[in-house]
């Protein structure tokens, strides 16, 4: 089945936690138009279910649906996609496991990794542009690879990673920058779902960009939801 991704920016990376699917829920009625479920080191029955739970609910809310490293765990939650990390399953490998009708993901933190990006990986991240918890050990990439990203020939979708939030987005944006992957600025929101209508606010002043949707607008064969983002 044929899906686009469109034009969808606000791309949510989220752990497991007690109140996954009311904190996920209240994301998406905010303006989370992807999520990923991250749980690095969880039991492989825990994340299981917490992915079956997500399928879910994001089928019904025609959010796609990601799950970080684990082909297998994607498959047997019906979920949308895969992404993996450099050090992670090839992506030829995982598109081979998954097939030709799940989203592929692959991050890159150096234009050399970004040149090297798999054809066969439908979108890439870009970061993390300021160091973050969740890459720890990792330095940041800083904007310059943002403007790298945005200046190359590539059709692909972008996402931007590392410390993203609303006050950051016009810089990054100046950047280049169209689409964000967003943690902490989400998860330790006292109210997720005003903290997404803030940044998918921020975003939406960026479409009055006369560059909005170029380069990076490309649409895909392999997102099996709806590509209508909730609001």
């Known amino acids: 089945m044929t899906r686009s991704l469109g034009d969808r920016c606000l791309y949510l990376c989220v752990p497991l936690r007690r109140d996954l699917l009311a904190f996920v829920d209240a994301t998406v009625r905010g303006g989370v138009d992807i999520v990923q479920l991250r749980a690095k080191d969880a039991p492989d029955g825990l994340v299981l279910r ?6 879910r609910l994001l089928a019904r809310r025609g959010v796609p649906f990601i799950v970080n490293d684990r082909p297998d765990i994607a498959l047997a939650s019906d979920a949308d ?3 993996v990390g450099q050090d992670d399953l090839d992506v030829g490998t995982v598109r081979s496991l998954v097939g030709p009708d799940r989203i592929v993901g692959l991050s890159t933190h150096a234009p050399a990794e ?4 798999s054809p066969l990986a439908d979108y890439l991240s870009v970061g993390p542009v300021e160091p973050t918890p969740t890459k720890p050990g990792r330095p940041g990439t800083g904007r310059s690879y943002v403007a790298f990203a945005h200046r190359a020939a590539e059709a ?7 410390n993203v939030t609303a006050q950051a987005i016009p ?3 100046a950047a280049g920058a169209r689409r964000f992957v967003v943690v902490r600025a989400l998860t330790e929101a006292p ?3 005003q903290a997404a209508h803030d940044l998918r606010a ?5 479409r009055e960009q ?3 949707g170029t380069p990076g607008a490309a649409t895909l064969t392999h997102n099996r939801r709806s590509s209508t983002p909730v609001l």
């Open 50 to 55: 917490a992915a079956r739970d997500l399928a």
């Open 81 to 83: 996609g895969v992404h």
């Open 114 to 117: 970004f040149n090297a990006a």
């Open 156 to 162: 692909r979708p972008r996402f931007i990673t590392g």
């Open 171 to 173: 810089a990054l944006v």
């Open 191 to 193: 109210d997720p779902r």
């Open 202 to 206: 921020a975003i939406e002043l960026a």
């Open 210 to 212: 006369p560059s909005w």
